[in-house]
Structures are given as C-alpha cells and as structure tokens.
C-alpha cells in the first residue's frame, strides 16, 4: 500500500454558500415556512367570519312581550275564530295506478302535474310476450274454427242419411227380389215333377219296347234308352228334393225382407250416427269458445301492457321508472308492487289542518273556513268536513279535515296554507256566543309614525323590525285590540328599541312579566 489517502475529501465546507465552490445560493424557503401557513390561517379566520356574519357584530340588549291572545264573545257570524296552518292533500286520499298485468316498464308516458284524461296512456310495458301469445291464442283459434266447420259436415250428413235411408233400400230390394226368384221357382216345382214323371214313364216305355226287340236293334240303342230312363228318374228325383230346399230358402228370404224393413223402419245406426255427430259439433263448440276465451285473454293482457288512467285527473307523483318490474294481479305481490303513479282530482282536495287543542271545541261539521295560500290570489272557501284522530303531542294540536270548494287551478297538494275558521250561519244565540281571537297589546308600545301607527319587533333572525299595524278601541285594561298586522307568535320589543332601526341586531335579554298584566 504505496498510496496515500487523502482525507481532505470527507471535509465538510463550512464557507459562506458560493465563496469556495462558485455555485448560486440556494433560494430562501422563508415563504413555504412562514408566509403559507400564516395565509392560510388568515383564509381560515376570514372564513369564519364570513360564516358567524353578523353575530360578530355588536347587537342592541332589549325586553320583548308575547302579543296577547284573548277571546271575547261575538255574536256576528262569519268572523275568524281562529287561525291553524295546514297542507293541501287529495280527497279523500291520492289514487294509486296500478299496472294490471305483470312486466316491466318500455316507458312512461307523463310527468308529474300533467293532467290527464280517462283512459289515456300512462305507461307501456315490453309487450313482445303477450303479442306472441295473441297469435298463439289467434291460431288455435283458426284450428278450432276448422274441427267445428268439419264437424257440422259430418253431422249435416248424417242428418241427410237419417232422413233418406235410400242406402237401405238396396239390400231390401235385393232380397226381395231373391225371394221372389225363388217363391217363382218354388211355383213351378209341381210343373216340372209331372213332366218329369212323364219323361221318366216314356224312358220306361221306350227302354222296354227296346228290350223286347232283342236282337232286332242294336245294343247301342238299348243303351240309350237305358240312359235316358235313368236321366229322367233322376230329373225327377232331383226336383223332388228342390221343393223343400227352396221352401227353406224362401222362408230365410222372408226373414231377412222383415229385418231389413225394420231396420229401415227404426233406423238405429243412422240414429246413432246422427247423436254421435251432433255431440261432436257440442264438442267442437265448446273448444272454439275456449280458444276465442283464451283469445280474449289474450288481447286483454296485451292490452293491459298499456297502463291508462281510471280518471280525469293530474298525476301526483311517479311511483315506477321505466326498467322497473310490475306484478301486476299476481296473488304473491305486495301491496304497492303493481303502482306507476299517483293521481288526484283537482276539483276534489281538502286541507289537513293542525288545530290547537283549545280550538277543536269550536270546530263544527259544515263549519265555514277561508284558506290562504300564497300560489292563490284570493282566498279559497271551504268547510269543515271531519276531526281525525290524529292528535300530535309535540304540536299539541288535533288535524282536521277541511274540504276546498271550487279550489282554483293553481293550487295542488302538498302545499302549506293557512285555514281561518269562521263563526258558523245560524248557529248563534242570544244566550251562547261563539268566541274568536283577539290580539291585543299595551297601548305604550303603539308608535304613530307619518305612516301610521307601528311597533317593535324581533323576528326570526334576532332583527329589529318595524311593523305597521291597525289598532282598535283600547280597553280598559291598558291594552290596544290590534285587527292586523301582527300574529299571535310575534315578539314585541318593551324596552331598548330607542335608536333602532329596521334590521338591527338585537340580544333579547329576557322577557318583561309585567306589561300588559292586570
């Protein structure tokens, strides 16, 4: 090991940065370590400054009193009771439009808020099925169609062969005539036996006049005469014994005449035909009503593939989406399974409305009541129809139905109204009043401005607003019947309302439990 190390290499350089080596400095990172984060935390506080808005800012400390809410007797019917927010619903209760076929759902038809008429299309399913089983069904028809038309031939047939039986008359008149052929030769049996005997005696004769010649003639006529004697006693034996055969044969003639003449007569096999066709046209019958009855059904569900609307009416809300599976009347479905949509009448819609529980004792059947709605310009008459049982323990209020007479196009449901329940007609008398509301307030509040009279209040987002208000006789309680302008949840500013203005950010400090108490 000659070499030296050298460990001057493993130094490190210590000199100011770019005095030894000649290189650029190196960027300050003063801007990643302090600028950005404090940018960002700067971002982040305007930010929440921005979100609490103006709760930062400095807000004036005031007292505020509820409006007072009395009732006092009237006697004019016709004048609100009370007020009670509620919605709009159908009445008596939204229609639910099923498909009546299974299937699924090619497209819909409608949007919601359409109207629609009775019997036009809401939605189509995919109906390649049930037009294929229409063919199907229309085939079996075609078929059957055929077997009736080929049976009523058969029967019309056998009713023609029932009542011209001429194919009976042939083997009739053939045996007739057999037997008369034969009661003919059975006639001449007698003729032809004394011929005979007259024949065989001749032979008889003959043959011994030729024997008694001897030698006088030849044999071969002897022979001959030989023969013919017993040619003729033959002849005669022989139709001897025909008579008997052919009595015989008359007698199974006769027989088979009388058959065939009853047989004729009664006609059984062509009866039996007949009744046998005619229950095959019964049958056929029958399988074509079948096959138009399946036809039927099938048009039907095709036609079902189409669902339509029951009503004249709007739809309410879309219930299936186009790809969804309907079951239609199947027995395994569930309650909603089958519905597309929702409609409703909009000329039949009531209000469900939350009562307060010490109202419902002025509400009546038939009872007058003017509903308020902002998408309609005047207010909407109506009556009180039912109370429902539906009471709600955090509102404590009782819902009450409310039905809209002649409710104008603009309205629809599921929209927040106002229900104002009137004093009934003819309902009133002298000695039982019906009670209404009365707002009042301390008459020390009332402000009269170039506009008119107005007071303090604290809205919903903590402001000072300045609300104009009609004022009344004052009482004698010191307080000031106000008949519009403020409603019975308003907050009116007691005192620290000097040197407000509208829309001020108030602290309500708490509320002042002696204004307006006796």
Known sequence: MNDSLDLSQLALDRSPLGESTGRKPRPRRWITRYALPIGILLGFLALLGVAAGRRLLPSHPVTVVPVIVKRGDVQQAG????????????????????????????ELLVVEGQSVAKG?????????????????????????????????????????RFDNPVHLLVPLADAQSMLAK??????????????????LKFAISSLEGKRAAGE?????????????????????????????????????????????????????EERRQLEEADAKVQSAIALRDEAKLQLRQAHLSLERNTVRSPMDGRILRLIAAPGARVMGLDTTAGQSSSTVVEMYDPRRLQVRADVRLEDVPMVSRGQPVEIETASAVEKIRGRVLQSTSSANIQKNTLEVKVELIDPPTTVSPEMLVTASFLAPENEQTKSEAT??????????????????????????????QRRSVKVGDPSSDGLLEVSSGLTATDKLIVSGFEGLSPGSRVNVTGDDQTMGVN
Not at 189 to 195: D, H, K, Y
Not at 221 to 247: C, F, T, W, Y
């Open 79 to 106: 004048m609100t009771l009370f007020q009670a927010p509620g919605w709009i619903e159908p009445r008596p209760t939204a229609v639910s439009v099923a498909a009546l076929a299974p299937g699924v759902i090619d």
């Open 120 to 160: 036009e299309p809401i939605a189509k399913l995919i109906s390649i099925d049930a037009e294929l089983r229409v063919e199907q069904a229309e085939a079996t028809l075609a078929i059957r169609e055929g077997e009736l038309n080929r049976a009523r031939a058969e029967r019309d047939a056998a009713q023609v």
């Open 182 to 199: 034969t009661k003919t030769e059975l006639a001449k049996i007698p003729f032809l036996i004394a011929a005979s005997e007259a024949q």
């Open 216 to 268: 006088g003639i030849a044999r071969r006529i002897v022979q001959q005469a030989e023969s013919d004697h017993a040619a003729a006693r033959a002849g005669m034996e022989e139709l001897q014994q025909r008579k008997p055969n052919l009595e015989r044969e008359a007698d199974a003639l006769s027989s088979k005449v009388e058959a065939l003449r009853k047989q004729h007569a009664l006609l059984i």
């Open 435 to 464: 009670e209404a509301e009365r707002m009042l307030v301390p008459s020390q509040l009332i402000q009269s401005g170039d506009s008119g009279s107005f007071v303090w209040i604290v809205d919903e987002n903590d402001d000072a």
